[in-house]
């Protein structure tokens, strides 16, 4: 920097829950730690729905200066003049109240994926934010992380030549009636919170396919993809258990398998694959486990006895460190900071189009697969 103030953004944190106190930890890293020198975050308050006490023990629990305000409910959080941003970090079913909440109130939001329970919510969202003035943004972090960007800068100038094909998978292993609760109260499987292994976990696998197929692509060659997938149901509650999506990116005619699963792994644990792979005519470019929290990836030149190797690089796999001691999830923050120091609305790198774009697409494999969460809660109504 030059002898420049770093720009200041003052934060709240709706939610306690296990993702807002990892996100709130990372907040609170120094951003010297990662060479970051000019914006700097506030922890200035953090609200849960239920009490003030809880929100203070969150506050405690991540260390947070004593500065920091608890808020007893989300609207307290909402009209603190002491926030610039909300980070909404409630189940899924809650995303679009909360960020409406926030938006409504003139309060930028950095909303957690998936955005919202469907497309015509996440429109909403996106057009109060336009409406007010404000910054909004869907908080896919991957796409953040240092590693991620060079991944799309290697494709987009060509790396693997053309570009034909992108798997991706995120599934866990999970014993799931025992870790989910025999009467699927559990959010990840919980119909009324919007749960099952696509809105959960196989946004990551499209946001491997979409930053490749659609993200890097020449704004004229972003089409809407056509799809068509499989799901099979959760037996006690009918989410979606397995799901698998194939995407055919018209402009290009490149094809992206998406799959998901909440019953079996993307890590076997003896001889791991990995979980990304994108294949192009000179190559593969494939990214270790876990595709969320990208760390390593691998090159593998296409070779042949006719045509030998047209790729100009070699085998080879790169690792990145994590610096910091944190999850990843600051750069995030990070990116909501620039953007809102310099007036913008939205992301370059997670812009509105393509997270709708992302959303209509899950919005369809739920429709083919019959999975579909109550009216309350697919419905654009407020409050
Ligand atoms: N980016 C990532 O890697 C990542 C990882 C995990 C989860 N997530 C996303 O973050 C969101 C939250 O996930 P989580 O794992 O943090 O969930 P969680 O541990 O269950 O926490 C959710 C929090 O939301 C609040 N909440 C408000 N109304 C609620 C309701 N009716 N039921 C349950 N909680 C309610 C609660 O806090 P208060 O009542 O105290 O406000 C609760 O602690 C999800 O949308 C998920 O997709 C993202």
Redesign the pocket.
């Known amino acids: 920097m030059s002898g420049k103030e770093p720009f200041t953004l003052r934060w709240g944190i709706?939610?306690?829950?296990?993702?807002?106190?990892?996100?709130t930890t990372d907040l609170l890293i120094p951003p010297s730690t990662r060479s970051v020198t000019d914006i700097q975050h506030v922890l200035s308050a953090a609200?849960?729905?239920?009490?003030v006490s809880?929100?203070q023990e969150?506050l405690t629990s991540v260390n947070a200066p004593a500065s920091a305000k608890p808020h007893g409910s989300?609207a307290a959080l909402a009209a603190d003049p002491s926030v610039d941003i909300i980070y909404i970090?409630?189940?899924?079913?809650?995303?679009y109240a909360?960020a409406r909440l926030c938006l409504e109130a003139g309060k930028s939001v950095l909303c957690?994926?998936?955005f919202t329970v469907n497309a015509a919510q996440a429109e909403v969202l996106v057009r109060i934010a336009r409406e007010k003035g404000v910054f909004l943004m869907e908080?896919?972090?991957t796409r953040f992380f240092p590693i991620a960007r060079e991944i799309r800068g290697f494709v987009a100038g060509g790396g693997l030549g053309e570009v034909k094909r992108v798997w991706a998978d995120l599934s866990f292993w999970n014993d799931v009636e025992r870790e989910f609760g025999e009467k699927g109260e559990h959010?990840m499987v919980n119909m009324d919170?919007a749960g099952g292994a696509l809105?959960?976990l196989g946004i990551y696998s499209l946001t491997w396919i979409f930053q490749i197929l659609y993200h890097i692509q020449p704004p004229s060659s972003r089409t809407a993809p056509i799809t068509a997938s499989a799901i099979t149901k959760y037996h006690l509650t009918g989410c979606d258990e397995t799901t698998s999506v194939l995407l055919t990116f018209p402009s290009t005619g490149a094809q992206g398998i998406a799959t998901t699963s909440i019953r079996v792994s993307s890590a076997a644990t003896s001889a791991p694959t990995d979980p990304v792979r994108i294949q192009g005519t000179h190559g593969d470019l494939t990214v270790a486990f876990p595709p969320?929290?990208p760390w390593q990836y691998t090159l593998s030149p296409a070779e042949s006895a006719s045509r030998g190797k047209l790729a100009d690089w070699d085998a080879q796999t790169v690792e990145r460190e994590i610096p910091g001691g944190g999850?990843g999830?600051f750069w995030e923050a990070d990116e909501c900071a620039r953007c809102i120091r310099d007036g913008k609305l939205e992301s370059e790198v997670m812009g509105w189009e393509e997270s709708l774009e992302i959303m209509r697409v899950m919005d369809k494999v739920r429709k083919d697969g019959g999975v579909i969460y109550s009216d309350e809660l697919e419905s654009v109504k407020y409050p």
């Open positions: 709706l939610a306690t829950g296990g993702i807002a106190k990892k996100f609200a849960s729905s239920t009490s809880r929100a969150f989300y970090a409630t189940p899924h079913s809650h995303h909360n957690e994926k998936p908080a896919v972090w959010r919170l809105l959960d969320y929290r999850m999830m």
